[in-house]
């Protein structure tokens, strides 16, 4: 018998006319496995487009141990890299931790977009990059984290002092050329679905060869 390559059982919903897939297909996502360089604009656009729209709404708590708070499309994301200049600072003590708040800008805004994406940094991770602790407004920053589940802002994990015009360069070729691979649409490849539905339908018919001879264990039982 052929496994059911047809039908819809790996996708969890259809948003905006893309499919978004159960998170057990995400390591086949080119993009759930690496740290991807973004544009400050594409990170708000489709976190704003995919974390309540399709994360909250769908996955609830499924995406817990992946680290998915929002697609770029329907690609997958966890770590990301970001650069810009630092326009604005806050301290703030969450529990026990002291952190800094930056606003990060990199002139990408688009219509109607807000101008900067909140970064979250510790204290003991500003200090460790040779930054001070006061007022970090105009430093050019690369920062790495992921994108919180709750709100717009990223969680820092990694500082780089950005003081070089070439690294700036080669940032903006590495997010260009990302850009547009996850312009396109992820569509799993036909070989993953094949595997997949093929250990589908031997779980069905062990469980319903399963479920038969409990039944027929049960007329025995009460036909004596």
Not at 45 to 66: D, I, M, R
Not at 90 to 106: E, N, S, Y
Request: hydrophobic content about 40%.
């Amino acid at each position: 018998m052929q496994p059911r390559t047809d039908c819809n059982d790996h996708v969890v919903c259809q948003y905006n006319g893309l499919p978004y897939y159960l998170p057990l297909f995400f390591q086949y996502s080119e993009s759930f496995s690496l740290i991807v360089p973004c544009f400050l604009r594409d990170v708000i656009q489709h976190y704003q487009q995919t974390n309540g729209a399709v994360v909250k709404k769908y996955y609830e708590g499924s995406l817990a141990n992946a680290n998915v708070s929002w697609f770029y499309n329907n690609h997958p994301i966890v770590g990301i890299f970001v650069m810009g200049c630092v326009v604005g600072c806050k301290w703030r003590w969450i529990g026990d931790v002291d952190f800094a708040i930056l606003a990060l800008d990199d002139c990408t805004k688009a219509a109607g977009q807000t101008s900067f994406l909140s970064c979250k940094c510790s204290r003991n991770l500003i200090l460790a990059c040779g930054l001070p602790t006061g007022n970090l407004s105009g430093w050019k920053l690369r920062l790495r984290g992921t994108m919180s589940i709750n709100r717009l802002e990223l969680d820092v994990e990694d500082i780089e002092i950005v003081e070089d015009l070439i690294d700036e360069i080669k940032f903006w070729k590495a997010a260009l050329e990302y850009r547009t691979n996850l312009e396109v649409p992820w569509v799993i490849q036909d070989s993953v679905l094949l595997d997949y539905f093929t250990q589908e339908d031997k779980r069905d018919s062990s469980a319903s060869k399963t479920n038969n001879f409990i039944e027929l264990l049960q007329r025995e039982q009460f036909q004596r």
